[in-house]
């Protein structure tokens, strides 16, 4: 079963800010995603208010919910509004459509908000886990986006896809233990343990992978951990204790970690900046540890 996690308590500049968000939100979507690393695409917003323990129960978050549930693909993902240059494979033009690296991350929203057993969200749960191939989850769209794919071989993983998938799968108390769960942490493990020699659509875990940044948007060493050490049948493993280890020799004040790296979109909050502790991005390490701990003792 998923561990229960320590709630982030915001202060008022905090709460303040996390009402801006929901307040931006209304108008979903308000951009076109035309990269799944842009910090501040609304998708990471939801996420973002979903990780802070905001519920459909809470003022704002129904009439959001509501928005994103209107575009459902027959395959039965939820779809964001998409626009993929032609030069990579897609039309140019505006259209509603999922893939791999976006899909995942409205159902976990949706599920943290509170609404895991709506029938959308579990067809769209089990499309998704569908797709998993021997060496975890791929490069995947829906057949709006033509043949566009991210750069790379594609019989490779894609580590961010495969990444989130695992944090979806990792709320998911009838999904937490599949076989589908095991395969993709194995991968994600693999890929760190041949960083040196693979990477998959260009997918690096270098100096920067190692840099402690929030929030969890991407493909980083604070996100991959905080997702794997979910799963307590990955205790002991060497390789997850291996990317620990880097976060424990990390800086340490008093008041706690100071970001190494910041999203601009991100800057209001007390991790995007590089001076200071910050709050939040201590208590996501600190809910790293704890998960350890838990596993391990």
């Known amino acids: 079963m998923p561990t229960s996690e320590p709630r982030y308590e915001l202060s008022p500049k905090e709460s303040a800010l996390a009402q801006t968000i929901i307040s931006e939100l209304q108008d979903w979507p308000d951009k076109i995603l035309n990269s799944h690393k842009a910090a501040g695409h609304p998708i990471h917003k939801l996420v973002f208010v979903a990780d802070l323990g905001f519920t459909v129960n809470n003022p704002g978050i129904e009439p959001v919910v509501s928005k994103v549930l209107e575009h459902r693909s027959a395959q039965g993902p939820l779809q964001v509004l998409m626009n993929i240059n032609p030069n990579y494979g897609g039309t140019g033009e505006d259209q509603w459509a999922w893939a791999l690296c976006d899909a995942p991350l409205l159902l976990y929203a949706l599920v943290r908000f509170g609404l895991k057993d709506e029938p959308v969200v579990i067809k769209g749960i089990d499309h998704l886990v569908e797709l998993q191939r021997k060496n975890g989850w791929p490069c995947a769209v829906s057949p709006e986006m033509g043949k566009f794919r991210g750069p790379g071989r594609k019989d490779d993983p894609c580590p961010y896809a495969n990444l989130i998938m695992l944090q979806l799968l990792s709320v998911l108390s009838d999904r937490f233990n599949s076989p589908e769960a095991q395969l993709g942490a194995e991968t994600a493990l693999t890929l760190w343990e041949n960083r040196t020699s693979q990477h998959p659509y260009m997918f690096y875990a270098g ?19 905080d997702v794997l050490s979910r799963f307590p049948y990955l205790r002991d ?55 350890l701990q838990n596993q391990t003792t």
């Open 207 to 225: 100096t920067d992978f190692c840099k402690l940044k929030a929030p969890l948007g991407w493909y980083d060493i604070v996100h991959v951990l």
């Open 237 to 291: 493993d060497p390789r997850l204790l291996d990317m620990w280890q880097i976060i424990q020799k990390k800086p340490i004040t008093d008041d706690g970690y100071i970001p190494e790296s910041i999203y601009q979109a991100w800057k209001d909050w007390d991790f995007g900046q590089k001076k200071t502790p910050s709050a939040y991005l201590t208590h996501v390490i600190r809910r790293i540890e704890k998960q």
